[in-house]
């Protein structure tokens, strides 16, 4: 049984939508990442399908789970990002704290100097 591509035209995400062709590269791209998820389609045959050719739904099935399991990957990296971005936050906070107690100390350690120097022998 074949199905027109059009009925799941929504399903490219907000990246690609109806009015737009889907060009080389990104069904390139496309394809790529739905072979890192396990589903072998050419880029060729998603040009054909972001066209309008007929699907088979078995195809379609495919599709639809390489578009959910590729958005959960996405999820997943950006997740990965932003746990890394705020530990680095964290270790510059730290270290930037580290730095202002040391100064402190330093400088109570000037000051404790200049005032014994200066004091009175008795």
Known sequence: MTTPANLWGDAWGPRLHMNQVL????????????????IGIPAARLQAIAAG?????????????????????RQQRLAKLQQMRR?????????????????LLLCMACLFISLTLHGSPF
């Open 23 to 38: 060009t080389r590269r990104r069904a390139r791209r496309m394809s790529r990442r739905f072979a890192d998820v396990g």
């Open 53 to 73: 050719a007929p699907v088979a739904s078995d195809e379609l099935v495919d599709v639809h789970f390489a578009l959910v399991a590729t958005e959960i990957t």
């Open 87 to 103: 530990r680095a936050i964290r270790g510059l906070l730290l270290a930037g704290l580290v730095l202002v107690a040391l100064n």
